[in-house]
């Protein structure tokens, strides 16, 4: 998930920088469009909730407690009056049991099917690395794209990279049994989660085929692949 920023006057070399998540939809839309998508108050619910899922490198290391949370809100938005059902509703979704295999260290340590970052055969010595807010700019046609990815994590053999997985974390609000809104959000998130992939292909010399890319809707709690292309 990222944070848009106006384009400058004079792009560097002739080139617009945008964010990914402005390819949301499949289309290009300038910064008062989003706003009017999203209200200031998703977009500051989002912030907070990002903020807190920042904070976890591995479940297995720990939860941030109550009191941590509210500091990192304090120093986001100290005014907020809902503070006390947002850490409650942040600790829920963290139990969810989707939620809780895509935090864990122990769910990569076996083969599957899930992410590309699962134990492989293959990797003589399995490491794993995790970036939270990992920032990336990226060429895309006449524009640069910037921004960071909310959470990737890299299967290793020794040093070496050989696979990706990267995570967005969304704060929409939809029924877990809602599988149209689902699929609807799945369609319209798929280029900014793109534009990731090829980030992250780029940055760490990985094929499209080595990368698998996730929706974490952590309301529903549901986490659902992206195919890349």
Known sequence: TLRLAAAPRRPSRGLERRSPSQ??????????????????????????????????????????????????????????????????????????????????????????????????????????????????ALRHGDAILSGQIDRLVLLCDGRKPVAADVVDFKTDAFSHDDRQALAERVVHYQPQLEAYGRAVAKRFALPLQRISARLAFVTPGIVVPVPLR
């Open 23 to 136: 390819l949301e939809g499949g289309r290009r839309v300038d910064l008062a469009r989003r706003l009017q998508l999203h209200g200031a108050e998703s977009r500051n619910r989002g912030t907070l909730l990002h903020a807190w899922f920042e904070q976890i490198r591995w479940l297995e290391d720990g939860v941030p407690d109550e009191a941590s949370l509210r500091r990192t809100a304090e120093a986001i938005n100290p005014a907020r009056e809902d503070l006390s059902a947002l850490v409650a509703e942040f600790l829920v979704a963290i139990q969810k049991p989707a939620i809780t295999a895509l935090l864990s260290y122990r769910t990569y340590q076996e083969p599957g099917t899930d992410s590309a970052v699962h134990l492989r055969p293959e990797v003589a010595d399995p490491q794993w690395r995790v970036y939270r807010e990992l920032p990336f």
